[in-house]
């Protein structure tokens, strides 16, 4: 099976968690880096990355063996 690379990223009062769970978790409310979330996700959707901003699909992705 080939090595999946996985990357993380979480405000600074999430981090603790978004690594002890290795889950993506999207804050819902709208921050003054909000215009860099939304570069991020653009980015992925222009070169097909697959990305989670839920626990639902984040654990699809990683249990996927196919990926």
Do not use: W, Y
């Not at 889950?23 to 880096?33: A, S």
């Amino acid at each position: 099976m080939p090595e999946k690379t996985i990357a993380l990223i979480a405000h600074d009062g999430k981090k603790a968690d978004i690594v002890a769970c290795a889950t993506f978790n999207r804050d819902k409310l709208i921050h003054p880096h909000d215009p860099d979330i939304q570069t991020l996700l653009r980015t992925c959707n222009v070169h097909n990355v697959l990305i989670a901003t839920n626990v639902a699909t984040a654990d699809l992705i990683i249990s996927d063996e196919t990926l």
